[in-house]
């Protein structure tokens, strides 16, 4: 039963933005039209690529930000705990990595949170509540100081209880930004703080599947658990700054001079320290394979720790976005700094890495883009990676209206330090494994709202986490073949979203993903009260085929292949309304409405149900002044 407490803030939220319209309808479109925002790129000279606010209301129920149209991953039921993605996509990133993924779409960085540039003060808020005290609050605020100055916050709470035993998280994420353009770009900043802290509740999973599947005790809470003691706590704090200068003087006239250009300096500075801790009081649980110094409180810790200088030159960044330079060359050198501390060792790392890149642009319609990085020094010395994108746009001067995309990326890399080096009370080991080998080949086509990407992974050396949680090193070739297609259909007032993907490897026994993934949306398009009010009613359905999903230790943060339990072959179905009423867009969503009409098998990850049939809401109010 649902109580009105529960949802006094939406409820409040709502009404204010019902009411409480203090501005004119062409003043709030104009206030929009300059509320401005861009992201930063990593080794990226490129002017801003400004975009505006998104107002639509399409996809809105989709708040998960683990799972989603763009993200179909496993994760265990309840917003802000750890996930991982369906889709196979290797990272073709050389250097240091300690190896821990399962937060990356949880926190915050410099380069996942957006950069302003506005004309009056924007403010949004943004809220969901649902069951098992389920709350995600997320406040951005920023203005600009002068006309290129700009300052901006990103708050964000995310809380859940969880349908099960000790299954609670609480996340909390805070970035400050700025960034300054002086008079014609020829002096650019950009600076980021960054904190991140998650702290979960591990229950390792429901300990009988049975219970669940067979429905003999409908009452989640006493379903039992493996863990009802075990935590983790995972902070993280990042300082970014990135400068660019250009030599070059530019005129403020329409004549193009053409004189020599010395090009455009710059150089990034990023600090980022990390704390990892697990702490388990109850050493009789039986989880765990071993324990190695204490049998009756776990304090397992790591630290990380690093510094990172970038310094770049390029011989010019174009003035046009739209038409950058026929022949552009980059040069760099990364510095950085690695310190990682676990409960056993300590250990330092110098690495250098050198790279490069060559863009051409050709005839308004061809790119071509070459680069390539090696990693001098330490653990990872001798990394290196090679990539080559061709685009054709069909359409001259308007990138993206109708594309032709093929690439090929390269890289060969140590294994994460994790799979190396390892110590704690209940996993200790030490490998030296042969370097890993990761060949990606695609092709992209686009036009309109269709898009279809054909890719082929080629690995060999692969190194995972086997059956008993240990690492392990595949030796063999791997061929995983991808094909993604999205499409949006309209007739009318009808639109349906699909987004499909097809995944095949011959040997399924490394990498376990399932070889069909499906989410499509029906929804309707209604304006009423002339167009006061915008609905969008409709229904949202999710489906992979069947597949021995990876399962979750929570002592690693990690998953791990396992042969034991198949999971997948169920259909998700939410119908929901999404609603604009002014500078308020709403959602009321009835999230599995079909949970139980078949069986009870609906698992993401082994051992961990997803919720069963609950009601969620949500409201994000804009301010323009």
Not at 28 to 43: C, G, Q
Not at 333 to 348: A, C, G, M, P
Request: glycine share 6%.
């Amino acid at each position: 039963m649902i109580k009105f407490k529960k949802y006094i803030v939406f409820i409040l939220l709502f009404l204010t933005a019902m009411y409480g319209h203090t501005q004119q309808v062409d003043s709030l479109i104009i206030a929009r039209n300059k509320t401005m925002y861009f992201y930063d790129k990593v080794n990226s000279f490129d002017l801003p690529s400004f975009l505006k606010i998104d107002t639509t209301i399409k996809g809105f129920e989709q708040y998960n930000p683990t799972f989603n149209r763009n993200y179909f991953t496993e994760w265990s039921g309840n917003i802000g705990r750890p996930d991982k993605s369906m889709i196979f996509e290797p990272i073709h990133k050389t250097g240091f990595d300690f190896g821990v993924h399962v937060f990356d779409d949880l926190i915050f960085t410099n380069y996942t949170q957006p950069y302003f540039q506005v004309k009056k003060p924007y403010t949004s808020i943004y809220y969901i509540s649902g069951p098992e005290k389920e709350d995600i609050l997320q406040v951005i605020h920023s203005q600009n100081i002068t006309n290129t100055w700009n300052i901006g916050l990103n708050f964000r709470v995310m809380d859940s209880w969880g349908s099960y035993q000790w299954q609670a998280c609480d996340n909390r994420q805070l970035l400050l930004n700025t960034n300054y353009s002086s008079p014609f770009a020829k002096y650019r900043v950009m600076a980021a703080y960054y904190h991140n802290s998650i702290e979960i509740q591990e229950n390792g999973g429901i300990s009988m599947d049975s219970i669940f599947e067979n429905q003999i005790s409908k009452q989640t809470l006493s379903v039992p658990v493996n863990l009802q003691s075990a935590n983790n706590q995972w902070k993280e704090t990042g300082i970014f700054v990135k400068q660019f200068y250009n030599f070059k003087a530019i005129k403020n006239d329409s004549v193009i001079h053409r004189t020599f250009n010395p090009g455009t300096i710059s150089h990034s500075f990023q600090y980022i320290t990390q704390k990892q801790i697990y702490t388990d009081q109850d050493g009789k649980s039986g989880y765990y394979n071993n324990i190695y110094f204490d049998s009756t409180n776990t304090h397992d810790s790591i630290y990380f720790r690093s510094f990172e200088n970038n310094f770049a030159w390029t011989n010019g960044v174009s003035e046009n976005p739209l038409l950058p330079q026929a022949l552009n060359l980059v040069f760099g050198i990364r510095q950085k700094y690695i310190e990682v501390e676990d409960t056993l060792s300590k250990k330092s790392f110098n690495q250098i890495t050198p790279y490069a890149a060559l863009s051409v642009f050709a005839f308004g319609k061809f790119h071509l883009n070459l680069n390539g990085e090696y990693v001098i020094g330490d653990y990872n010395g001798g990394d290196f990676s090679l990539k080559g994108i061709a685009k054709f746009d069909f359409v001259m001067h308007n990138p993206g209206k109708k594309t032709l995309i093929a690439g090929v990326y390269y890289t060969q890399k140590q294994a994460d330090w994790i799979f190396s080096k390892y110590n704690s009370n209940y996993f200790k080991w030490n490998y030296d494994f042969d370097k890993q080998n990761f060949l990606t080949s695609f092709l992209e086509y686009q036009t309109g709202s269709f898009k279809m990407v054909v890719t082929l992974h080629q690995i060999n050396n692969y190194v995972y986490l086997n059956n008993n949680v240990l690492p392990d090193w595949h030796d063999k070739m791997i061929h995983i073949l991808s094909v993604k297609l999205k499409k949006d259909i309209t007739w009318g007032i009808l639109q349906i979203d699909n987004n499909f993907v097809y995944q095949y490897t011959p040997d399924k026994s490394i990498i376990k993903i399932p070889e069909i993934s499906a989410m499509q949306s029906w929804y309707f398009n209604l304006h009423l009260f002339k167009k006061y009010l915008y609905l969008q009613p409709g229904f949202s359905f999710f489906y992979n085929t069947s597949y021995y999903a990876d399962n979750y230790m929570p002592a690693l943060r990690m998953f791990y292949t396992q042969d034991n339990k198949v999971i997948g072959n169920y259909l998700y179905t939410d119908i929901f309304v999404n609603m604009q009423i002014k500078r308020a867009n709403v959602f009321v969503k009835y999230q599995h409405l079909n949970s139980g009409w078949k069986d009870y098998s609906f698992y993401l990850i082994p051992h961990y149900p997803q919720q069963s049939g609950a009601l969620k809401i949500g409201i994000i109010w804009r301010f323009y002044d």
